[in-house]
């Protein structure tokens, strides 16, 4: 494919000594090679920074930058998008690999007119489980800015975009609509990649999907990532989109929400009294799946023990 665009890799790394060079070696392997390669290393307390220098030598198309304090991936994506001069940005992780067809398949849906594009990934957990999140094939998608606040924060969608993620490891974007939404906010730390798309979408945004899994996301855990970390943004995410919502829908998703943070942080007396509240009927009757699942993962840890 000769593609009119050009590109810009971005890979934010932090403490990723055992996956960064699986990572750089699937991006330095794409099909359409990149205009630079940019990577942010947000202050690394093991081998993450050697283990890219190996990388770096002699190649004057990969731009090696060192954060002076840790700022997390969102700030990191906006101090890349400053030094690069693509057209088009592509988010890799560093815990991730990517098909060597993943960029292609990025500029192809971008010259179809998408500004913001998503291809399919694969989890692969420690334990050998693995699990596809296939994307439906969808083009320069505008949707009524509801949907995807509805989808986003609440879980609920039609069957349009109910077969779509918005992960930003399996992402690209236009560099002028990057800029034109102001790139991600800072303040999130955790869940930048839903906000990032929510607001865009908000903006009039077009977005596209491919069903090609084209992403390797590894199931990797830390101290700055996991559910109960997860939860805290997502309520200051609801907070931020909560004009969109109704009261109902509002009071909705505060309870999912406290659900959610009881089980993580263990307060099983709490989780219980929030799963046999009025709030919660409504969510159940929405969202079945989820109250069954809440409640399968409490007697399982019951079971085993867990405190």
């Given at each position: 494919m000769n593609s009119q665009l050009s590109y810009t890799a971005v890979l934010c790394s932090y403490n990723a000594e055992q996956t960064v060079c699986e990572a750089l070696k699937s991006i330095l392997d794409q099909s359409m090679m990149f205009e630079e390669l940019i990577i942010i290393d947000d202050c690394s307390t093991d081998s993450t920074v050697s283990q890219i220098s190996k990388f770096t030598v002699n190649n004057s198309k990969i731009i090696f930058i060192q954060n002076s304090y840790n700022v997390g991936q969102a700030a990191s994506r906006n101090i890349a998008s400053k030094f690069a001069t693509g057209k088009v940005l592509i988010f890799f992780d560093d815990d991730d690999t990517s098909n060597n067809l993943r960029a292609e398949n990025h500029l192809l849906l971008h010259e179809k007119g998408a500004d913001i594009t998503f291809v399919s990934s694969l989890k692969a957990y420690s334990n050998g489980y693995k699990t596809e999140f296939k994307n439906n094939q969808v083009e320069n998608l505008t949707l009524i800015n509801i949907d995807w606040v509805h989808k986003l924060l609440l879980?609920?969608?039609?069957?349009?975009?109910?077969?779509?993620?918005?992960?930003?490891?399996?992402?690209?974007?236009?560099?002028?609509?990057?800029?034109?939404?102001?790139?991600?906010?800072?303040?999130?730390?955790?869940?930048?990649?839903?906000?990032?798309?929510?607001?865009?979408?908000?903006?009039?945004?077009?977005?596209?999907?491919?069903?090609?899994?084209?992403?390797?996301?590894?199931?990797?855990?830390?101290?700055?990532?996991?559910?109960?970390?997860?939860?805290?943004?997502?309520?200051?995410?609801?907070?931020?989109?909560?004009?969109?919502?109704?009261?109902?829908?509002?009071?909705?998703?505060?309870?999912?929400?406290?659900?959610?943070?009881?089980?993580?942080?263990?307060?099983?007396?709490?989780?219980?009294?929030?799963?046999?509240?009025?709030?919660?009927?409504?969510?159940?009757?929405?969202?079945?799946?989820?109250?069954?699942?809440?409640?399968?993962?409490?007697l399982h840890d019951l079971r085993k023990g867990k405190s």
């Open positions: 879980g609920k969608s039609d069957s349009l975009i109910q077969n779509l993620s918005v992960p930003t490891s399996t992402c690209s974007v236009l560099k002028s609509a990057f800029v034109r939404i102001g790139g991600f906010d800072e303040n999130f730390r955790r869940l930048e990649d839903i906000e990032f798309f929510l607001k865009l979408v908000l903006a009039g945004g077009t977005s596209s999907w491919s069903p090609r899994i084209l992403v390797t996301r590894k199931a990797t855990y830390s101290s700055d990532k996991g559910g109960n970390i997860d939860s805290t943004y997502e309520k200051i995410l609801i907070e931020k989109y909560s004009e969109y919502l109704s009261k109902k829908l509002y009071n909705l998703a505060i309870s999912k929400n406290r659900i959610r943070n009881a089980y993580f942080t263990k307060s099983r007396f709490e989780f219980l009294i929030y799963i046999c509240r009025p709030n919660t009927l409504a969510l159940a009757i929405s969202n079945p799946i989820y109250i069954i699942v809440g409640l399968k993962r409490l």
